[in-house]
């Protein structure tokens, strides 16, 4: 099993914004895979498809992105899954926008979302997947995580989702390391 869970916050007003993007990236791959992620459970939004033989679980946390390390961890308790089958896809200030950064383990490098899950799973050892939102280049990080992306980023922002979804069915049926090799 696999369990692929992107960050966001829940609700019509952080729809489309940067510190979505976990949930934009889960809901392209959804679609792709012509699954619904609508099952309430866990504290989140969950659909579940056979690829390539494995299960994977697609997974938007309905907690806001500092609290996900709860759903997280429900999920990997109820499933018996270790932790380094759960992938978790968030945004990141540090990257330019677009830019997919695949790790197997590591620290928070201060997403709130990640520290959150590192603290309810005691392990750094999961696999995430950080897409880049740019980095405002005036005014505060929280506002502009919680802004809306602009038209003229459009393009960028879909070829991401794209670049995304493939890496993540890299990992799901091939595992991290050649995810990495290839996206990174």
């Not at 729809?15 to 619904?36: P, W």
């Not at 609290?67 to 896809?89: A, F, H, W």
């Not at 201060?110 to 939102?133: A, M, Q, T, Y």
Request: hydrophobic share 35%; with cysteine.
């Amino acid at each position: 099993m696999k369990i692929v869970v992107g960050l966001g916050n829940p609700g019509p007003k952080y729809g489309r914004t940067r510190h979505n993007m976990g949930f934009m990236v889960v809901d392209k791959l959804a679609e792709r895979l012509g699954v619904k992620v609508e099952s309430k459970r866990f504290h989140a939004l969950v659909g579940e498809k056979v690829v390539d033989g494995e299960t994977v679980l697609l997974v938007k946390p309905l907690t806001y992105v500092n609290e996900s390390g709860r759903t997280v961890r429900e999920l990997q308790k109820n499933y018996s899954c270790p932790v380094d089958s759960i992938m978790v896809i968030c945004d990141d200030l540090n990257l330019p926008l677009g830019k997919l950064r695949i790790r197997r383990r590591g620290s928070s490098g201060g997403h709130n979302g990640l520290e959150s899950i590192i603290s309810c799973l005691e392990s750094k050892d999961f696999p995430r997947l950080r897409v880049g939102i740019g980095h405002p280049l005036h005014g505060e990080a929280r506002e502009y995580v919680l802004s809306p992306f602009l038209k003229e980023e459009k393009e960028e922002l879909e070829g991401a989702l794209e670049r995304a979804n493939e890496a993540l069915l890299d990992w799901i049926r091939g595992g991290v390391e050649e995810c990495m090799k290839r996206f990174n």
